[in-house]
């Protein structure tokens, strides 16, 4: 069994600073890409940045220049820094990963279960 554990979200007031953090567990033999999504009132999920396992980083518009994504690949997590949050940035924020497990001969992908983010004053 894996299983993606987010932490780190809460409420935040406008122009503040939050750090998710999103760790890994279970039978994994290896990690591909690790990223972040979210998904806001009555709005589609969507990609806020991802990671490869060799340290690519790709960001939605939305974030960029506001947020930094990155990994420990030893301790199979992903980090998400946000800073200068807007209220639109209120989501609940879900962790992804493409993982191949011991015994496996392919990457599936897998979901943490969400956290939320509100920026508000």
Request: hydrophobic share 30%.
């Amino acid at each position: 069994q894996v299983q993606l554990v987010e932490s780190g979200g809460g409420l935040v007031q406008p122009g503040g600073s939050l750090r998710l953090s999103c760790a890994a567990s279970g039978r994994i033999f290896s990690i591909n890409v690790m990223a972040w999504y979210r998904q806001g009132p009555g709005k589609q999920r969507e990609r806020v940045a991802a990671i490869t396992s060799g340290g690519s980083t790709n960001y939605a518009d939305s974030v960029k220049g506001r947020s930094t994504i990155s990994r420990d690949n030893a301790m199979n997590t992903v980090y998400l820094q946000m800073n200068s949050l807007k209220p639109e940035d209120t989501a609940v924020y879900y962790c992804y990963a493409d993982i191949q497990r011991y015994g496996s001969g392919y990457y599936a992908a897998y979901w943490g279960q969400g956290t939320q983010v509100t920026v508000s004053s």
